[in-house]
């Protein structure tokens, strides 16, 4: 699970700092997610080496325009494409399928283009084979969500060599074994496939928190994730504005990280009145935030951050 930053800024996009939006790139499939997709997110995709038909999801968190005011751009661009797109399924507040709509019709746009809208509730909003997707209610001046998505656990790898010496012959048997199953040879032996695997795979954890102020939903969404990503509009001495605003200060992030017990926090969503130059800086909130959470990085546009499994290095970089 790969994750890129689209948009790091709040409100208003800046110079360096595009406005919300998350990638989430699972493996060994061809399908990008996105979470948030604030104004211009389709132009960030062309500066990356992301597709538009690699979009599969798209999970809202609420209604302001930093959130949505790229979509209808975005959906219009997909579906002038071509025909090849598969349906993209999009989720967040009852409004958000009005506001497509709403959209297509004062826009005339015409798209034969797949699209459902899925209004989210508390608890599951998707589940397939691999992921199952869930969300809590945030504390924002408006209905807002977070997102938690969990890599469903595999069994470990199955021991090949050991199942030939077993004399196993190779073939339908090798797919039960490697779900764990017990069969039985042709010679009456049975076989537990779980003797044959390694230790269970556990699946990573990835959550999405952002508008809000710091709350105890955002904290039970965020249990033991493997990533964190959780929005710190103001520095912690502006936690007057926060409250006001209903945001989060780098502290309250930092508080949430340590009570969710998460592997990884990475901050986004900053205020730009901490652009260089001013008294106070991004460096000043990542700082603060390290002092409660060490393991805290600072979100940029195009930063890329590789969830990795237990027994992996997480990878970070930068891409333009």
Request: some cysteine; charged content about 20%.
């Amino acid at each position: 699970m790969q994750i890129t930053f689209l948009g790091t800024s709040s409100g208003v996009p800046t110079r360096s700092r595009n406005v919300s939006s998350v990638a989430l790139r699972l493996p060994q499939r061809a399908e990008v997610w996105l979470f948030d997709c604030g104004e211009s997110t389709q132009h960030q995709f062309l500066k990356s080496d992301f597709k538009s038909s690699q979009i599969r999801r798209i999970f809202v968190t609420h209604m302001h325009g930093d959130h949505i005011f790229g979509l209808p751009g975005l959906l219009a661009s997909c579906g002038m494409a071509g025909t090849g797109q598969q349906q993209i399924d999009l989720y967040g507040p009852p409004e958000l399928g009005k506001y497509l709509e709403a959209c297509r019709r004062y826009s005339k746009t015409q798209s034969s283009y797949p699209i459902r809208v899925h209004v989210t509730e508390p608890g599951k909003v998707y589940e397939d084979d691999d992921y199952i997707v869930t969300c809590q209610k945030l504390k924002h001046r408006i209905p807002a969500h977070g997102y938690r998505v969990v890599e469903k656990d595999r069994t470990g790898h199955f021991d090949v060599k050991r199942a030939a010496t077993l004399g196993i012959p190779p073939g339908p048997l090798y797919g039960q074994l490697k779900r764990g199953e017990v069969v039985t040879l042709a010679d009456g032996r049975k076989i537990n496939g779980a003797d044959l695997c390694g230790p269970t795979i556990v699946g990573r954890k990835f959550v999405y928190c952002t508008d809000t102020v710091f709350c105890e939903n955002a904290i039970e969404l965020a249990d033991r994730a493997d990533v964190l990503i959780h929005e710190a509009t103001f520095a912690h001495q502006d936690a007057g504005l926060a409250y006001q605003r209903m945001h989060s200060t780098s502290t309250m992030a930092a508080q949430v990280a340590l009570a969710a017990q998460v592997k990884q926090l990475i901050m986004t969503h900053f205020s730009p009145r901490y652009a260089p130059g001013n008294s106070l800086g991004l460096d000043d909130l990542l700082a603060e935030a390290r002092a409660i959470f060490p393991h805290t990085l600072m979100a940029r546009d195009f930063l890329t951050y590789d969830i990795a499994r237990t027994d992996e290095q997480p990878k970070v970089e930068a891409v333009v």
